[in-house]
C-alpha cells in the first residue's frame, strides 16, 4: 500500500481532467476570500449555507468559496443576507470577474459584440467560443457574446 500524500500540499487537480485548476483571477479571488471568511465569521457549515440559500448541495459553495465557478446572479440576495454582505457586493465583483475573464480569453478588449466574436475566432477559438461561453452561463451562444461583451465594458470603466 502506498502513501499517500500529506493534503494541501501541490498543485490541486480538477476531478474530471485531472489536471491543474486555472487559479482565479483578482476579483474572482476577492470573491472566494469573501464568501469563505463571511461563512466562517457567522459559524455556518458549507451544508448549513447552502441550505439557507436554497441549493440542495453543498459543492456549489466550494466552487465558489475556491473561485472555479461564480455564483449565478440569482444566488446573490440570498448569499448577502446569509452572510451579512453589504447589497450589491456580489454582483459588482462577479463583474469585474467575467471581464477579467473575458479580457484574458480574447487577448483585449472589444468594443462590440461583433468584435467580441471576431475577437474570440482570432484567438483561435473559432466559432465554438460562444458556444462554450453559451454553456457555462447557461444561454444561448449568441446571448453569452452580448453578455460577455457588457461585462468586459463595465469592467474597464
Do not use: C, N
Not at 487537480?13 to 489536471?19: I, R, V
Not at 473575458?102 to 466559432?127: C, F, K, Q
Not at 460562444?130 to 461585462?151: K, S
Request: charged residues 25%; without cysteine; positive net charge.
Amino acid at each position: 500500500m502506498g502513501r499517500r500524500p500529506p493534503r494541501g500540499r501541490g498543485r490541486r487537480m480538477t476531478a474530471a481532467s485531472g489536471k491543474p485548476d486555472r487559479p482565479p483571477g483578482a476579483a474572482a479571488g476577492e470573491l472566494a476570500r469573501l464568501l469563505r471568511r463571511k461563512r466562517i465569521e457567522t459559524g455556518q457549515s458549507m451544508r448549513v449555507l447552502a441550505r439557507r440559500v436554497g441549493l440542495s448541495a453543498h459543492s456549489p459553495i466550494s466552487d465558489y468559496e475556491q473561485g472555479r465557478r461564480l455564483p449565478p446572479p440569482d444566488l446573490d440576495t440570498a448569499l448577502e443576507a446569509a452572510l451579512d454582505i453589504p447589497g450589491g457586493t456580489l454582483a459588482r465583483l462577479r463583474r469585474q470577474a467575467l471581464a477579467e475573464r473575458a479580457t484574458a480569453l480574447l487577448g483585449r478588449d472589444p468594443d462590440t459584440p461583433r468584435e467580441a466574436v471576431a475577437v474570440a475566432s482570432g484567438a483561435g477559438l473559432g466559432d465554438g467560443a460562444a458556444a462554450v461561453l453559451g454553456f457555462v452561463l447557461g444561454v444561448p451562444a449568441t446571448l453569452a457574446v452580448v453578455i460577455l461583451w457588457a461585462a468586459v465594458r463595465r469592467g474597464t470603466r
